[in-house]
């Protein structure tokens, strides 16, 4: 495939603004229900009422754009898990059922997006590795937070730090992925999810008896 050249527009406040309005009819054309893989660049560019060439200028492919729209939902979450510190003052079990909770709003909000991800890592390994090298990121710094609980003598000494970050971050994700997919919104129920799941991590890792 011929590589593609883009040219930088003059203005960086119209580059944003044309990128904005590329990621957001994306979005709302999953949103509507259309499939990724079926979405094609003419569309999308009809939909954000720009030219195929302009969107060109702005994402190298779809591949491209859809790397972004996953950047958006993932640094979002993972920001709001990073905001825990169990640490802090007040219940932090409390703390993390309300950042859970966040959490799922926010795959609510992207579960379009997240299917989209979910369909093209299958096939396209850019997205594949894009898309697990922020889980090694988050899982990374999951495991410094138990190494600093276990330095203060809080999480058992006896805790795999490594092994712990990869099942409560990768299981958490799967299972906020499943419920999201399997579940209608309702606050009883995304509440339920969010308590189980903070639990999980707390009992399960930071505070697992000794």
Do not use: C
């Amino acid at each position: 495939m011929p590589s593609i050249t883009r040219r930088r527009p003059r203005n960086p406040d119209g580059r944003a603004a044309v990128e904005a309005r590329v990621l957001a009819a994306t979005e709302r054309l999953l949103q509507e229900g259309a499939r990724f893989t079926d979405l094609g660049v003419q569309r999308i560019a009809a939909e954000a009422g720009v030219a195929r060439s302009t969107f060109y200028i702005h994402f190298r492919d779809k591949s491209e754009l859809l790397m972004r729209l996953a950047g958006s939902m993932r640094e979002t979450s993972f920001d709001r898990v990073h905001e825990w510190d169990p640490a802090d003052p007040g219940d932090p079990l409390d703390r993390l059922t309300e950042v859970f909770t966040d959490v799922i709003r926010i795959y609510r909000t992207y579960a379009p997006v997240l299917a989209a991800i979910t369909e093209v890592a299958a096939y396209d390994e850019m997205v594949r590795e894009y898309w697990a090298a922020g889980f090694e990121r988050f899982m990374a710094r999951t495991e410094e937070v138990l190494r600093a609980e276990q330095r203060a003598g809080r999480t058992p000494a006896g805790l795999d730090p490594p092994t712990a970050s990869r099942l409560i971050v990768l299981g958490g994700d799967r299972f906020l992925a499943h419920h999201v997919a399997m579940t209608p919104a309702d606050p009883e129920a995304d509440g339920a999810a969010a308590r189980e799941l903070a639990a999980t991590w707390w009992y399960g890792a930071y505070r697992r008896p000794a």
